[in-house]
């Protein structure tokens, strides 16, 4: 994924972000050496906001320009990945060798006005940066060094401290206080004193009283049943959370992942996720109006028709989300199928009386989202995947490989889901594996698992199947396939 891709994806923290990120991608898409300070204009840049590992100190240079405790930073010089130019600025200008990122992902977006000034026995006029920042951590122990040509000093500051000592009050407001919030959002690992990406800062489940957020559909092949065992065999640690077929998401809101890539091939789907993020009370009310009036057969069909014109103009909004809510808790065994064109042709269930929505549940998700770094995609499964590093967590709940010719419930999309695509998928499992990514898949019980996954761990476990016309046979065995060994679960 590009640096434009990454600023394109990034979720605005306020309105001064929401305004620069449209400056800062203008900009690139019509200078093609946005990248180079040459650009007397404007040239791209990237910033650090450097800690320690207990994360209640911040490292900061003396600029010799600014007269002020800074944060580091520097220009892009034709590199485009600012990460790795916000990596080495910090250790040229501090010293600092033993520095690792927080998180890859953008941690904030600024665009700096730069005054007019003398550099190397020269004049500079007065421009822009197109500031990308990240969060990194450093080794409070490790040697400082000034580096005489840029700062005057550099030195460990608590949090608090170091808006005081700064004296450039819009930095203060606008930047420095921001970044200090949102590495609130990153929890200390107690068995190092480092934050880590698992969890966000505020968890909006309570795994210790089995209270998670809940999947908002109900969804085939959902993970309800399986939650407690996936949970168990969670690495202790993982850099980001990938889910590429995300459906219900049961182990995504009950884990909180604060850095993760969620995805899934129904854009209505991934519109959800979107909207609660945007705003969940938008959502709750389309919802709530549906619901003001009784359901019976030809008013879910009325409702069916009306979401098919919305599926048909391709419209992403909160009606849209609400819509397909408020249709999957009527239709038959919560099943989301297509036609060949695309729209839904789902029966209705011929239960006059539905459970009424959890408002509370899509506040909560929508909070969570609001404040966790997460990047929806609608991609193929493997697009998904491109960005996976080492030491990521991917989780594949992909649709079943059917038990019978008759039980293929995956055309959540008109193409479906064939015996190809599972041959796809247990490559890329050994692909990522090789990459050195931890990975999870469950599926059916079936033969063919035991060949596309030979090699692995793979457990059975005993489950009841929903989604079956005949009650009589709900009942079944699955699997979780693992590439690594949990921190509770012994590998069989």
């Given at each position: 994924?590009t640096i434009?891709?990454?600023?394109?994806?990034?979720?605005?923290?306020?309105?001064?972000?929401?305004?620069?990120?449209?400056?800062?991608?203008?900009?690139?898409?019509?200078?093609?050496?946005?990248f180079?300070?040459?650009?007397?204009?404007?040239?791209?840049?990237?910033?650090?906001?450097?800690?320690?590992?207990?994360?209640?100190?911040?490292?900061m240079?003396y600029?010799?320009?600014?007269?002020?405790?800074?944060?580091t930073?520097?220009?892009?010089?034709?590199?485009?990945?600012?990460?790795?130019?916000?990596?080495?600025?910090?250790?040229?200008?501090?010293?600092?060798?033993?520095?690792?990122?927080?998180?890859?992902?953008?941690?904030?977006?600024?665009?700096?006005?730069?005054?007019?000034?003398?550099?190397?026995?020269?004049?500079?006029?007065?421009?822009?940066?197109?500031?990308v920042?990240?969060?990194?951590?450093?080794?409070?122990?490790?040697?400082?060094?000034?580096?005489?040509?840029?700062?005057?000093?550099?030195?460990?500051f608590?949090?608090?401290?170091a808006?005081?000592?700064?004296?450039?009050?819009?930095?203060?407001?606008?930047?420095?206080?921001?970044?200090?919030?949102?590495?609130?959002?990153?929890?200390?690992?107690?068995?190092?004193g480092?934050?880590?990406s698992?969890?966000?800062?505020?968890?909006?489940?309570?795994?210790?009283?089995?209270?998670?957020?809940?999947?908002?559909?109900?969804?085939?092949?959902?993970?309800?049943?399986?939650?407690?065992?996936?949970?168990?065999?969670?690495?202790?640690?993982?850099?980001?959370?990938?889910?590429?077929?995300?459906?219900?998401?049961a182990?995504?809101?009950?884990?909180?992942?604060?850095?993760?890539?969620?995805?899934?091939?129904?854009?209505?789907?991934?519109?959800?996720?979107?909207?609660?993020?945007?705003?969940?009370?938008?959502?709750?009310?389309?919802?709530?109006?549906?619901?003001?009036?009784?359901c019976?057969?030809?008013?879910?069909?009325?409702?069916?028709?009306?979401?098919?014109?919305?599926?048909?103009?391709?419209?992403?909004?909160?009606?849209?989300?609400?819509?397909?809510?408020?249709?999957?808790?009527?239709?038959?065994?919560?099943?989301?199928?297509?036609?060949?064109?695309?729209?839904?042709?789902?029966?209705?269930?011929?239960?006059?009386?539905?459970?009424?929505?959890?408002?509370?549940?899509?506040?909560?998700?929508?909070e969570?989202?609001?404040?966790?770094?997460?990047?929806?995609?609608?991609?193929?499964?493997?697009?998904?995947?491109?960005?996976?590093?080492?030491?990521?967590?991917?989780?594949?709940?992909?649709?079943?490989?059917?038990?019978?010719?008759?039980?293929?419930?995956?055309?959540?999309?008109?193409?479906?889901?064939?015996?190809h695509?599972?041959?796809?998928?247990?490559?890329?499992?050994?692909?990522?594996?090789?990459?050195?990514?931890?990975?999870?898949l469950?599926n059916?019980?079936?033969?063919?698992?035991?060949?596309?996954?030979?090699?692995?761990?793979?457990?059975?476990?005993?489950?009841?199947?929903?989604?079956?016309?005949?009650?009589?046979?709900?009942?079944?065995?699955?699997?979780?396939?693992?590439?690594?060994?949990?921190?509770?679960?012994?590998p069989?």
């Open positions: 994924m434009q891709q990454d600023i394109k994806n990034y979720t605005p923290f306020n309105e001064q972000e929401t305004c620069d990120k449209q400056i800062i991608l203008d900009f690139i898409a019509h200078h093609p050496d946005a180079l300070r040459s650009n007397p204009i404007a040239h791209v840049t990237a910033s650090s906001w450097i800690v320690n590992h207990r994360h209640d100190k911040v490292l240079v600029h010799n320009i600014y007269h002020s405790w800074s944060w930073g520097g220009h892009a010089d034709g590199n485009q990945n600012l990460l790795e130019v916000a990596i080495r600025e910090c250790r040229e200008e501090t010293g600092i060798q033993n520095v690792r990122p927080i998180s890859e992902n953008i941690c904030s977006l600024e665009v700096l006005s730069v005054d007019g000034h003398e550099k190397n026995g020269k004049y500079v006029s007065t421009h822009l940066h197109l500031n920042t990240y969060l990194l951590e450093a080794d409070e122990n490790d040697p400082l060094i000034i580096r005489e040509t840029e700062n005057s000093g550099v030195r460990w608590l949090l608090q401290e808006l005081d000592a700064s004296t450039e009050p819009w930095f203060v407001r606008r930047i420095y206080k921001k970044l200090n919030e949102k590495l609130s959002q990153f929890p200390v690992n107690p068995s190092t480092s934050r880590h698992r969890t966000t800062g505020k968890n909006h489940s309570d795994p210790a009283n089995g209270q998670y957020l809940r999947p908002f559909v109900k969804w085939a092949g959902g993970k309800s049943q399986l939650l407690p065992r996936l949970i168990e065999r969670m690495p202790a640690d993982y850099h980001r959370y990938f889910e590429p077929f995300i459906g219900g998401g182990l995504f809101l009950a884990q909180n992942p604060k850095n993760a890539v969620i995805n899934d091939i129904n854009p209505q789907l991934i519109n959800i996720y979107t909207q609660l993020k945007s705003d969940p009370k938008a959502v709750i009310s389309v919802i709530q109006n549906l619901d003001a009036s009784p019976n057969k030809e008013h879910y069909l009325q409702i069916r028709e009306q979401y098919n014109v919305k599926i048909a103009e391709q419209s992403f909004d909160a009606e849209t989300a609400g819509l397909m809510i408020w249709i999957n808790k009527h239709c038959f065994n919560g099943l989301y199928r297509v036609n060949a064109k695309g729209m839904f042709n789902v029966p209705y269930n011929n239960h006059t009386g539905a459970t009424p929505m959890n408002t509370d549940n899509l506040l909560r998700i929508g969570y989202l609001q404040t966790a770094d997460v990047t929806f995609l609608h991609e193929d499964f493997e697009t998904a995947c491109e960005n996976v590093q080492p030491g990521d967590f991917v989780y594949f709940d992909s649709p079943y490989i059917p038990l019978t010719q008759t039980a293929n419930f995956t055309d959540y999309d008109k193409s479906g889901f064939t015996s695509d599972h041959q796809r998928l247990a490559d890329l499992f050994r692909k990522l594996d090789q990459k050195g990514a931890m990975i999870m469950s059916h019980d079936v033969p063919q698992i035991y060949d596309l996954y030979s090699g692995y761990n793979i457990e059975t476990f005993d489950v009841r199947r929903m989604i079956n016309c005949d009650a009589s046979k709900r009942t079944g065995s699955e699997v979780i396939i693992r590439n690594y060994a949990s921190p509770s679960v012994s069989r």
